[in-house]
């Protein structure tokens, strides 16, 4: 009797035990691995938080996030750990295009779905990716630059200081060409510096100093993301030549900390909505995992929005009404 009550009590453990890792009865729980570039970047930071949301309240998922901090041999470990962790998905945002190149390849090889988001790599070591268009967006900042210094001379002509994000990956890359497209016809209009800052607003506002130092003329600051354009600014108020210039920056995040309420309180005179993609990427990934016969697309692109003074209060109020 005593025996027949041990192996009764370890049956119900086991049923505990396999219950546990599921929803519902007979509902299966799938592991998703997000190997993430930097939480240090708010834009960074709003993926990760939408990313966890959307996975929450589909209800079969379990997310687990690594940050690289902006590490690629940190990045590269990481998603040799997921490897061998065997996730129903994977998910990518690499720090740099060439370093994550090959361990994609390898979950590729292990037969572990990919999903690379916003930022490609050098091979499409990936099931799909979901990006945004950066020389669009690259594109429209030139025009609106080109445009605004028309406006000021009446004529293409001045004098703008691009400050850089992390050199070698897609969005400095191409954020940059997208500009140089429109500005390089325009012998009159002179980038007179291009710093790195690593999409930091701190290493931004040190950079800017130095410019300030050097450049007497400044007319436009286009940064390559927000955080940087409001740390040119601030470098700019401290030494007291915040009204020369204007500044422009990319992401339009939402919440207070935002490109978008940035622009409604004057700090930038514009900003790109640079889709998170975390929707997209999520609507794919559940399909992906729930329906064996869904062949997604090889790429997915998301639309950029421009946000000037004009726009920026209403896109702010959107943004606060979804959180």
């Known amino acids: 009797m005593k025996m027949k009550l041990m192996r009764m009590g370890l049956v119900l453990l086991a049923a505990g035990a396999i ?31 939408l990313m966890t949301k959307l996975f929450a309240r589909a209800g079969d998922v379990k997310l687990v996030i690594a940050d690289a901090q902006q590490d690629n041999s940190k990045q590269v470990a ?11 998905l994977l998910i990518v945002a690499p720090n740099e295009r060439a370093a994550l190149t090959a361990v994609m390849g390898e979950a590729m090889e292990q037969k572990i779905p990919v999903i690379c988001l916003e930022r490609d790599i050098l091979q499409p070591n990936y099931t799909t990716l979901v990006r945004s268009d950066n020389t ?18 009446k004529k293409a002509k001045g ?4 400050i850089q994000g992390l050199l070698g990956v897609e969005a400095a890359i191409n954020r940059h ?22 999409w930091v607003q701190a290493r931004a506002k040190d950079r800017m100093t130095e410019v300030l130092r050097a450049q007497p003329s400044i007319d436009v600051v286009y940064a390559h993301n927000d955080p940087m354009a409001v740390g040119a600014y601030l470098a700019a108020k401290e030494l007291g030549r915040e009204r020369e210039m204007i500044f422009v920056g990319v992401d339009g995040l939402g919440g207070p900390a935002g490109g978008i309420k940035k622009v409604a309180d004057g700090i930038l005179a514009a900003t790109f909505v640079y889709p998170l993609c975390v929707d997209k990427t999520v609507e794919i990934a559940l399909k992906m995992l729930r329906d064996p016969n ?7 692109t998301v639309a950029p929005q421009l946000v000037t003074p004009q726009n920026a209060a209403e896109l702010y109020q959107q943004t606060m009404s979804t959180q």
């Open 159 to 162: 004098n703008v200081v691009e």
């Open 78 to 88: 990481q998603v040799e750990t997921f490897i061998r962790q065997r996730p129903d």
């Open 294 to 300: 869904f062949h997604p697309e090889k790429e997915y």
């Open 136 to 153: 669009v967006i690259g594109h429209m900042a030139g025009e609106f630059i080109r445009d605004y210094l028309i406006n000021k001379y």
């Open 19 to 49: 219950s546990c890792n599921r929803t519902s009865p007979g509902k299966r729980q799938f592991f998703v691995a997000f190997s993430q570039a930097n939480n240090a970047e708010p834009y960074r930071a709003a993926q990760n938080d």
């Open 177 to 198: 060409k997208g500009a140089a497209d429109v500005l390089s016809t325009y012998p009159d209009i002179k980038i007179v510096a291009d710093p790195v800052a690593d």
